[in-house]
């Protein structure tokens, strides 16, 4: 038995993912593509590098899609909200990669965003789409928000250390890079070859969005927000983010106590690996997993995490069809890629 799917901001990066995904799942399949300003091209033209080009874009209006059983949006900020509301009232599941219905209350929203929210009410009543911490929520849902790649590294390096209590008064500091993949497909001045080439840079510092969105992963494990100072690099490759954690810790704290609340937080994740070396980003580029490694520093009291994710899979497209997997009562790591790939 097949389950129909159709994905709106299909000519993006995330898109491409999602449809690559999507065809190799052993239950998913693909009933419609939608897209902007490629709206009748076919899917050659835009994403040489899938099978089925022949296949073609259609619009963003959920007026023109087939009757199918849950929607993937990959839009940009804003552009969700409309086409998810619209397809809920038709009985369409939504997993929503946009940052439109992600933060759960209004004041969350303004400091990310400003004051713009078009479905106000619609806030907090989505399931956060970070599995490896609320997988029941997800699957008991019709409606997911998936995480931003920054935050799903960030949640997932310091949450356990808040469930477990461990996390002292203080602030906590995440300092990540990207590659320049995670701006997504447009074209733009400071994301040509000869910008980022032999560069890396600082951007958004102590006003990206995200920040906001960190602080609630976090809290809604840890049951209360930490404060934290974000600072995000693009670096000269395609894809994938490291992010390196600071959180102050109580006195007293071991580095056993840190490794029983990673291993208790992440025992039956299968996209979750702690190990000991500090992870790269190569290791799981092409892959859904999260690779993290903890460390103590017991002269200032700080615990060191490293994350490192594929930010177009388990920071976007892989995290997304793992929500549905869980949403649709499948094997939650059905068609998704456990290896990533070298060189």
């Known amino acids: 038995m097949s389950i129909s799917t159709a994905i709106l901001g299909a000519s993006g990066y995330a898109g491409g993912e999602l449809i690559r995904l999507v065809d190799g799942h052993p239950t998913l399949d ?17 994403h040489p590098q899938l099978d089925g080009g022949a296949r073609r874009l259609g619009s963003l209006d959920p007026a023109a899609m087939p009757t199918v059983d849950l929607a993937f949006l990959a839009l940009p900020h804003g552009a969700s909200a409309e086409p998810a509301m619209a397809l809920l009232e ?45 997988g029941a929520q ?31 008064d203080g602030t906590v500091v995440v300092d990540s890079v990207s590659g320049a993949s995670g701006a997504g497909r447009a074209a733009k001045a400071n ?7 032999e ?12 920040r906001p969105e960190m602080e609630q ?21 395609q894809r994938g983010i490291l992010s390196t954690c600071y959180v102050q810790v109580g006195p007293g704290v071991t580095m056993d106590d ?13 996209f979750v690996s702690v190990i000991d070396a500090p992870p790269q980003t190569r290791w799981v580029v092409g892959s859904n997993r999260c690779l993290l490694s903890v460390h103590l520093d017991a002269r200032s009291g700080t615990a060191v995490v490293l994350a490192a994710i594929d930010n177009l899979l388990k920071g976007a497209a892989g995290q997304a069809v793992q929500c549905a997997n869980l949403m649709l009562d499948l094997p939650e790591s059905a068609g998704l890629p456990t290896a990533g790939w070298m060189p």
């Open 30 to 46: 693909v009933a419609y593509l939608g897209a902007h300003s490629r709206a009748g091209a076919p899917l050659g033209e835009v």
């Open 90 to 134: 038709r009985g369409v599941r939504v997993v929503d990669l946009g940052s439109d219905f992600r933060l759960d209350s209004m004041d969350r929203y303004v400091a990310a965003y400003g004051p713009d929210h078009p479905y106000p009410e619609q806030l907090g009543t989505w399931a956060y789409g970070l599995p490896e911490l609320f």
């Open 138 to 168: 997800i699957a008991a849902t019709d409606r997911t928000a998936a995480p931003g790649c920054y935050p799903t590294s960030a949640i997932l390096a310091v949450a356990p250390l808040g469930e477990a209590g461990l996390i002292a």
């Open 191 to 197: 994301l040509t070859f000869g910008a980022v080439d």
């Open 199 to 210: 560069s890396v840079g600082a951007y958004g510092v102590l006003t990206h969005r995200h």
């Open 217 to 237: 992963g976090i809290g809604m494990v840890a049951g209360s927000d930490p404060t934290i100072v974000f600072t995000p690099h693009l670096v000269p490759m």
């Open 258 to 270: 840190l490794r029983i609340a990673f291993d208790r937080a992440y025992a039956d994740a299968p």
